[in-house]
């Protein structure tokens, strides 16, 4: 039993210290990996030390050994020489866990200490009730500090004592009138005239702002989809890579390589058809004025030259804010029903039920492909301009190249905004509003009527300013006349008449406040 037991512990002893040599040659080997990657100069002997000790203590066929004494020496001074890497160890996970845990305990406190706590975890309630809360305010606010005696209702209340019945706005509107003759006459003096409501520098100002904004719009619109159009014929070249695009095409491409929702396929689309339409706008432009110079003294086709003028000055209204969005904005709904109503007053190929057909055919196929090309633009300007966001600064001055990349968003801005140029909607609402009467659906004669009114202002306009040598106030009335202009010589007003009324309003309210106050 004693042998036995000697054997074991004798066993036990042997396997025990192959245990720890193994462990400290691992160890050893560890760390001289860790000092061959700081370059920590080691000792050729201590070196060579180490690896033969690692290669006894991983070697299948060596024996186990027993440990020697003067080992001790020689890990007393690798010891020292490890040392200074004890500072690179890490800690363990468990350490950092706790260290995490502490941490979010900490941050939580310090959040609900503050408050931050109850708006980050229960948002959704708090928006909710501080939407109504300020709701309520507002509305008690209203019914508190409204003036009981407020002037619209003491006319409201006047007005419906005196229709007695009959449904009539009394006397309101009784002094203003519809111009006959379309107030050509007023055209004369009306650059300067005060009753405008806006004055001639505002017009100079207005004018300006087109132009330039055309001339940057156009150089804009040419240069971005030039680049992305030499940029997508290389990219389909095949044999060709990416590396000789700018800098702008290639952060596109490689954005956009694995969406399938917008591509480079996408963006030739969108470049082609802005390019065309900057095109097609320029070339109209002139057109149209070449008309104008062309015809303007014929005796027999002036309607041309005068029709053009204002078509020429509307395309430089248009290159101010065009952009393949534009495209989008003709399918808005009102637009839409508008344009179908003249397209089908006024058909290309006669009234008959070919040409019927075929205007219906064309109108369809030609607003789904505005839809269509409008779609893909916003797609395509939106991955554009994040490109030129997050691109970094270039060789240029900083300043120059962060102008830039924020002229894109602008661009894009500016170009979202004239997808629907209220202007134009107001102004063609106001010419239908004449032409077609109480009817919103204007027909073929009322279409013919509005085309050659506003050929006769063009021609008044012409007559009044370009032939007595005031090209300038020609220029920018072309430029510049909008619905408001047009509202200013549609409607006729009897300035007397109106100041009576109104003093009669102010008498009646003073009788009216008097009276209650009375009360």
Not at 40 to 53: M, Q
Not at 68 to 83: I, T
Not at 490 to 507: F, M, N, T, V, W
Request: net charge negative.
């Amino acid at each position: 039993m004693n042998g036995v037991h000697e054997d074991d512990c004798c066993r036990s002893k042997t396997q025990g210290e192959i245990g720890f040599e193994n462990g400290a040659d691992c160890l050893l080997q560890v760390r001289k990996s860790a000092l061959d990657s700081i370059s920590f100069p080691l000792p050729a002997s201590v070196s060579h030390g180490i690896a033969a000790d690692a290669h006894e203590a991983h070697s299948p066929t060596q024996k186990p050994r027993a440990w020697r004494p003067w080992e001790a020496a020689n890990m007393s001074r690798v010891g020292d020489l490890l040392a200074p890497l004890a500072i690179l160890t890490m800690p363990e996970e468990a350490a950092l866990a706790s260290l995490h845990e502490k941490l979010k305990l900490h941050q939580r406190r310090f959040r609900s200490a503050l408050g931050v706590f109850w708006v980050t975890d229960y948002w959704e309630p708090l928006l909710i009730l501080g939407c109504l809360i300020l709701v309520v305010c507002f509305a008690a606010s209203q019914e508190i500090l409204m003036d009981e005696s407020k002037e619209e209702r003491l006319m409201f209340d006047w007005l419906h004592q005196q229709e007695r019945g009959n449904h009539e706005f009394v006397e309101v509107l009784d002094y203003m009138s519809i111009d006959p003759h379309g107030g050509l006459q007023k055209l004369e003096n009306m650059v300067y005239d005060p009753d405008m409501g806006y004055s001639w520098e505002y017009r100079i100002a207005t004018c300006l702002g087109r132009v330039i904004g055309a001339i940057f719009n156009v150089v804009f619109l040419v240069v971005v989809n030039t680049r992305i159009m030499y940029g997508a014929c290389a990219y389909f070249e095949p044999g060709h890579g990416t590396g000789p695009l700018p800098t702008d095409m290639q952060r596109y491409m490689s954005y956009t390589s694995g969406m399938a929702l917008v591509g480079v396929r996408h963006a030739a689309l969108v470049a082609v058809a802005e390019l065309g339409g900057t095109v097609v706008l320029v070339t109209m432009a002139f057109y149209r004025a070449m008309i104008f110079f062309l015809k303007r003294r014929s005796q027999t086709n002036r309607f041309d030259a005068f029709a053009s003028v204002f078509q020429s000055a509307h395309a430089v209204f248009m290159l101010s804010t065009f952009s393949a969005l534009k495209l989008f904005g003709v399918v808005y709904p009102f637009v839409l029903m508008q344009d179908f109503a003249e397209q089908r007053a006024k058909p290309f190929f006669g009234h008959g039920r070919i040409g019927m057909s075929f205007q219906i055919f064309y109108f369809v196929l030609s607003r789904l492909m505005c839809f269509v090309v409008g779609l893909c633009a916003f797609g395509v300007k939106v991955a554009f301009v994040c490109v030129y966001l997050f691109q970094p600064v270039e060789n240029l001055h900083p300043w120059l190249s962060l102008a830039w990349r924020w002229s894109h968003l602008l661009n894009l801005l500016v170009q979202t905004m004239g997808a629907l140029v209220l202007e134009d909607l107001l102004f063609s609402r106001i010419l239908n509003f004449i032409a077609g009467g109480t009817n919103f659906m204007v027909n073929e004669k009322a279409i013919v009527m509005r085309e050659v009114y506003m050929a006769r202002v063009a021609q008044v306009i012409y007559e009044e300013y370009w032939t007595k040598h005031r090209r300038l106030e020609f220029f920018v009335l072309l430029t510049t006349f909008n619905d408001m202009d047009l509202q200013h010589l549609l409607l006729d007003e009897d300035a007397i008449e109106k100041e009576k009324r109104l003093d009669d309003y102010h008498s009646v309210l003073t009788q009216v406040k008097t009276s209650r106050n009375l009360c």
